[in-house]
């Protein structure tokens, strides 16, 4: 019984040594040369030019989208996948760990996390290059943070925890913040991140204003996307900002993925 106690303890070290090298090369992760030095400039002359009623207007655009998405989009967002399917598959593997805790049971639910986010980037950059196309930019805007959340729910779901209370939309949103941030600001909002999950999951509670954060967020994420919404407002060269739609969901799920799965491997590891 001592013998398989130690090796269940000895495999879930190893995930989470896994889990954190995976981490730290997203939040080290350095800018590739061409974007910086082709790419980049582009963006940051394209982003010198715009007004600053055209930034406030986009990040208003954002925190509108937040709140209609939370409040009436979640119903709509959870008719694209079987909630209660990701459930029922969540207490399968769990009772399927609970008979044998290994390295191969642990790949199976992230390759089922994978199939999901793949499914979720595909979707992301056929929205961004239709609608860039069409010439459309700020107005997929709530379609696109409809998007980022349909990502993060089911991974969320998937590792057996809810998205529905406000702790978990701030959560959320810290994840969104981890993504869109760079440097030291990634590695705050990264490590904020795991504070605000283990006060969820210790029931400590956390003393953040739901409002103040979707506020944050929406200027984070606006600063982050408004050199790419505005391309993708003018037509057909606005088919590219499907590149920079892809680039955020994937991230998006990276990080989600790692933020869940380090609050799912804690239930266990406090186990052993």
Same mark, same amino acid.
């Given at each position: 019984?001592? /013998?398989?106690?130690? *090796? #269940?303890? +000895?495999? !879930?070290? $190893? @995930? =989470? ?8 090369? %997203? ?72 008979? /044998?805790?290994?390295? *191969? #049971?642990? +790949?199976? !639910?992230? $390759? @089922? =996390? ?8 595909? %979707? ?149």
């Amino acid at each position: 019984m001592r /013998d398989k106690a130690s *090796k #269940n303890k +000895k495999i !879930i070290e $190893k @995930q =989470v040594k896994i889990l954190m090298k995976q981490e730290n090369k %997203i939040l080290n992760k350095k800018e590739n040369t061409y974007i910086n030095n082709k790419i980049a400039p582009i963006y940051k002359k394209i982003e010198e030019r715009i007004p600053d009623k055209i930034i406030i207007m986009f990040q208003k655009a954002f925190e509108k989208g937040f709140y209609g998405v939370f409040e009436k989009g979640t119903m709509i967002i959870e008719k694209s996948y079987n909630s209660e399917n990701l459930r029922n598959e969540y207490d399968i593997n769990q009772y399927i760990l609970s008979k /044998d805790i290994s390295n *191969k #049971n642990f +790949k199976k !639910i992230d $390759k @089922q =996390v994978q199939k999901s986010n793949l499914i979720n980037k595909s %979707i992301s950059t056929a929205e961004g290059a239709f609608l860039g196309i069409l010439g459309i930019g700020m107005p997929d805007i709530p379609v696109f943070i409809g998007m980022i959340l349909k990502t993060i729910y089911e991974i969320c779901l998937h590792y057996g925890f809810e998205y529905k209370s406000e702790e978990e939309k701030i959560f959320i949103l810290n994840i969104i913040n981890t993504v869109v941030t760079k440097g030291k600001e990634k590695a705050k909002y990264s490590e904020e991140t795991d504070k605000i999950g283990y006060n969820i999951d210790t029931c400590n509670g956390n003393k953040i204003d739901f409002n103040e954060m979707i506020k944050l967020t929406s200027e984070n994420l606006s600063q982050s996307m408004i050199g790419s919404k505005v391309i993708q407002g003018i037509a057909i060269i606005g088919a590219y900002g499907g590149i920079d739609n892809y680039k955020l969901i994937r991230d998006v799920s990276k990080i989600a993925s790692i933020k869940y799965k380090k609050r799912f491997l804690k239930k266990y590891k406090d186990k052993y």
